[in-house]
Nanobody, 120 residues
Framework: EVQLVESGGGLVQAGGSLRLSCAASGFTFDDYAIGWFRQAPGKEREGVSCISSSDGSTYYADSVKGRFTMSSDNAKNTVHLQMNSLKPEDTAVYYC?????????????WGQGTQVTVSS
């Protein structure tokens, strides 16, 4: 059974940091790119970042570049999203997802999400 389990969300003040994790199981981790997405209340889901399985390249949405860093621990089938300099507009449910290639749509597998709330 494919599973993606996010953790690390919470409440933080603006300017603070959080580290999200996504633990994957049930598929060959090295064959998949992992992406992070977020959805704020009343807004569409948007892509945040992605890490490629082929060469470890990372991609970021313009809104998070320079503040968020994605990394992968292939030995533990886990990816992390280090979020620094958080802003109230980063408040959302954050999801990780797996796909053959990095991109902002068409993902095969999704986690259940973790809430991130940034207070002003």
């Amino acid at each position: 059974e494919v599973q993606l389990v996010e953790s690390g969300g919470g409440l933080v003040q603006a300017g603070g940091s959080l580290r999200l994790s996504c633990a994957a199981s049930g598929f060959t981790f090295d064959d998949y790119a992992i992406g992070w997405f977020r959805q704020a209340p009343g807004k569409e889901r948007e892509g945040v970042s992605c890490i490629s399985s082929s060469d470890g390249s990372t991609y970021y949405a313009d809104s998070v570049k320079g503040r968020f860093t994605m990394s992968s621990d292939n030995a533990k089938n886990t990816v992390h999203l280090q979020m620094n300099s958080l802003k109230p507009e980063d408040t959302a449910v954050y999801y990780c997802a797996a796909n053959a290639l990095c991109g902002w749509s068409g993902y095969d597998y999704w986690g259940q999400g973790t809430q991130v709330t940034v207070s002003s």
